[in-house]
């Protein structure tokens, strides 16, 4: 039986495909407040400014492809049971091949009914505008977890980290909460590799956590090479 490698990634894994990262230096997210398009208040306040940021975000994430760590964590499935816990809301995971990807704040490829969140399309990269609804006749919304909102998927991906043999965070510095708080869930036991070329959390989690001081496509064959000790 595969032993279970539990990934956590963030938007440092999707840097390298040409992806811009959540939040600049500056606070802004390609030139926007996140108040202003990444809140529930922001949809009720300016729902086509919320889409236009949406579509845009949809329109470069179609001229980008996996990067070899992409393809390097679906490679790992030869001799682990991968499981993949993202923060990022594209799709390049589920392009690169992996079996098991969570996604805990959405994805951009996915709309769902404002007023029936059981309904949930797979728009691709086209755009959405407020004509588009559900067969109920809700509206559209970006699948996305926004500020001010649960996240949904976090009891399923706590479950998950508890069940990990190898804990593997990768491109996050896992700064934001509920998030965050992941790293805890692993069983103590468990080994914990930090591919990451600014690690703000080095100094957590001391005796079994590794830190390998690369971006995400040199470090993860550095960690792919201490795995294979493991089989």
Known sequence: MKKHLVVLTGAGISVESGLSTFRDSDGLWEKHRIEDVATPQAWKRNPELVHSFYNERRRQLSEVSPNSAHMGLKLLEDSWQVSIITQNV????ERAG???????????????????????????????????????????????????????????????????????????????????????????????????????????????????QEKATTGLPMVARILDSYE
């Open 90 to 93: 594209d799709d390049l995971h």
């Open 98 to 212: 992996s079996a098991s990807v969570l996604h805990l704040h959405g994805r951009l490829d996915l709309a769902s009914s404002e007023g029936d969140t059981s309904y949930v399309k797979n728009v691709g990269y086209a755009a959405l505008s407020l004509a588009d609804h559900c067969p109920n006749g809700h509206r559209l919304r970006p699948h996305i977890v926004w500020f001010g909102e649960a996240v949904p998927m976090m009891d399923e991906a706590i479950r998950i980290t508890r069940e990990a043999d190898v804990l593997l965070i990768i491109g996050t510095s896992l700064n934001v909460y509920p998030a965050a708080g992941l790293i805890h869930e692993a069983p103590l036991d468990v080994p914990i590799y930090l591919v990451d070329p600014d690690p703000a959390m080095k100094r957590l989690e001391k005796g079994r956590l590794t830190v390998i």
